[in-house]
């Protein structure tokens, strides 16, 4: 998981830094519906991307959560 992510995840969204690794489920995690509408607001307004409720909840894992932002990011 990037640092950009772990950093959004610990210091705006208040999750447990011991809890976030890539094999994480967002459950495991600690995310909850909030935490789900936050990252998505987070994301547009830092980086200018269009990630939704959905597309983080379609996210089975932490790294595939990070992977999906990086992709948006690079436009790839």
């Known amino acids: ?4 992510l772990a950093r959004i995840l610990t210091d705006d969204l208040g999750l447990p830094a011991d809890q976030l690794t890539d094999d994480a489920s967002l459950d ?3 995310f909850d519906s ?4 936050e990252l998505s607001v987070l994301l547009t307004d830092r980086y200018g991307i269009d990630v939704t409720d959905s597309d983080i909840t379609s996210a089975a894992t ?3 959560l ?3 932002i990086t992709s948006k990011r690079t436009g790839r």
């Open 1 to 4: 998981m990037t640092g950009d």
């Open 34 to 37: 909030l935490a789900i509408v």
């Open 28 to 30: 495991h995690a600690g």
């Open 66 to 68: 990070d992977l999906l």
């Open 62 to 64: 932490l790294g595939q």
